[in-house]
């Protein structure tokens, strides 16, 4: 079975610091996709950042990168030069490519992230 | 720009009720989804459906039905909801990569 799991249920971070919250994952397909998202107090699913499994890579976008490990099964989100705007619940979701997977996501149970002035 | 449309943003209902929760994409994507949000338990798959008429249950569908008549609508029922099911609903559309949410459903049922 597929599983996604955060340990961490809150992170408090000094603006202007970097911070890394952790994901691991569980899954015996070769084939799949990490994602992470992140959920301000309005609401909203923000997409974040993308890693495919077979990425040779780690992702960035912006202050975003991903810290693929793929032997450890982890996806670690690393944001760089915290902003007050980063304060935010952020889940780790994977996406099956096998066939019959038809795209579903399967969520972690998310970190809150407080950034502190 | 692209959008998932959920038709209401809050919702109270009475236990009992039949409720429908109404989304709509206008991507033209395959693939939707509903999603129940939780504190401590992140979002849970209730059911998706990757076609027209096609429906596929998630990990969590014991007490919801859904509908897809067209592709671009998905609609989640509640046949008889109980207060256990208040929560904060979730719709997605996808087409492979890319995954659009709505802005959800905050359903309280008393």
């Known amino acids: 079975a597929q599983k996604i799991t955060q340990t961490q249920p809150g992170m408090f971070v000094q603006e202007k610091e970097a911070v890394t919250l952790d994901c691991t994952y569980d899954?015996?397909?070769?084939?799949?996709?990490l994602f992470w998202y992140k959920q301000p107090s309005s609401g909203e699913m923000i997409f974040l950042i993308y890693?495919?499994?077979?990425?040779?890579q780690n992702a960035t976008e912006g202050r975003y990168s991903l810290n693929f490990q793929k032997a450890r099964k982890s996806a670690n989100l690393v944001i760089s030069a915290s902003q007050l705007g980063d304060s935010a619940m952020y889940f780790c979701?994977?996406?099956?490519?096998?066939?019959?997977?038809?795209?579903?996501?399967?969520f972690g149970a998310g970190t809150r992230l407080a950034v502190h002035p | 720009d692209v959008k998932v449309t959920q038709s209401s943003r809050y919702l109270v209902k009475r236990t009992g009720e039949k409720v429908f929760l109404e989304c709509v994409q206008d991507?033209?994507?395959?693939?939707m989804f509903w999603y129940r949000q939780d504190p401590g338990l992140g979002l849970r798959l209730i059911y998706f459906?990757?076609?027209?008429?096609?429906?596929e249950k998630g990990d969590i569908p014991e007490g919801y039905s859904v509908s897809r008549e067209k592709k671009e609508r998905f609609s989640l029922i509640l046949e008889s909801a109980s207060t256990n099911q208040t929560s904060m609903y979730l719709c997605?559309?996808?087409?492979?990569?890319?995954?659009?949410f709505g802005s959800g459903t905050r359903l309280t049922v008393v």
């Open positions: 991507m033209d994507h395959e693939n």
């Open positions: 979701a994977m996406r099956s490519d096998s066939r019959g997977g038809y795209n579903k996501l399967i």
């Open positions: 997605a559309s996808s087409h492979y990569y890319g995954y659009t």
């Open positions: 899954t015996s397909d070769p084939s799949y996709g």
């Open positions: 459906s990757y076609d027209v008429k096609m429906k």
């Open positions: 890693q495919g499994s077979y990425d040779q």
